[in-house]
Structure formats: structure tokens, C-alpha cells
């Protein structure tokens, strides 16, 4: 009777051995999932605050398509007669010869 006390009494150990191995790893775990949970949360701050982002820069984008369009708008069409000459390429009206700049060359 003493023997079987005993091999019951080891056994005993080794069931609360393993316990406290099974509740140390649970508490690894929930460790484990509460880093993986604050991450989350950070990751998910971030990913707001890019979109926040590219909304604005979406709204910037489409304001500059807007002024861009406006200015072409603006701008005289090759039709038109009262296109200005900025880059004095054009031919001049005296003798029908481009205007050319001092010192450049034909």
C-alpha cells in the first residue's frame, strides 16, 4: 500500500509539474496576444491617418487640375489671331523673315 502511495504521489507531481508548465505557457500567450493587440491598434492608427493623408492629397490634386485648367483656359488656341509671339520665332511683319535674336546665326 505504501508503493502504490507513492507511485500516486509521483504521479501527483508530475500532473501539477505539467500544470504549472501549461500555465506558464497560457500566460506566455496571453502576453503574446496583448503585444499583437497593441500593435493592432497602432498599426490601425496608422493606416487611418494614411488615408486621412492621401484624402487630402486627393483634394489637393484635384485643386491643381482645377487652377491648371483654368490658366490653359487662359491661354490663347493656335487659331487665334492674337496670339502673342512670346519666344520671337515667329515671322515678322516687315520681311517675312524670323526674328532673330543678336548674334545668333541662320
Do not use: C, F, W, Y
Not at 487640375?65 to 483656359?73: A, K, T, V, Y
Request: charged share 30%; aromatic share 0%; no cysteine.
Amino acid at each position: 500500500m505504501l508503493t502504490e502511495l507513492e507511485q500516486l504521489a509521483a504521479k501527483i507531481g508530475r500532473v501539477l509539474h505539467h500544470a504549472d508548465t501549461l500555465a506558464a505557457e497560457n500566460q506566455r500567450l496571453r502576453d503574446e496576444i496583448a503585444r499583437l493587440e497593441g500593435e493592432a491598434v497602432q498599426l490601425r492608427s496608422e493606416r487611418e491617418a494614411m488615408a486621412a493623408d492621401r484624402e487630402l492629397l486627393n483634394i489637393k490634386i484635384e485643386e491643381a487640375q482645377l487652377r491648371i485648367q483654368s490658366i490653359l483656359d487662359k491661354l490663347p488656341t493656335a487659331s487665334d489671331t492674337r496670339q502673342l509671339d512670346l519666344l520671337g520665332e515667329g515671322v515678322t511683319a516687315h520681311g517675312g523673315e524670323p526674328h532673330k535674336a543678336p548674334g545668333e546665326h541662320a
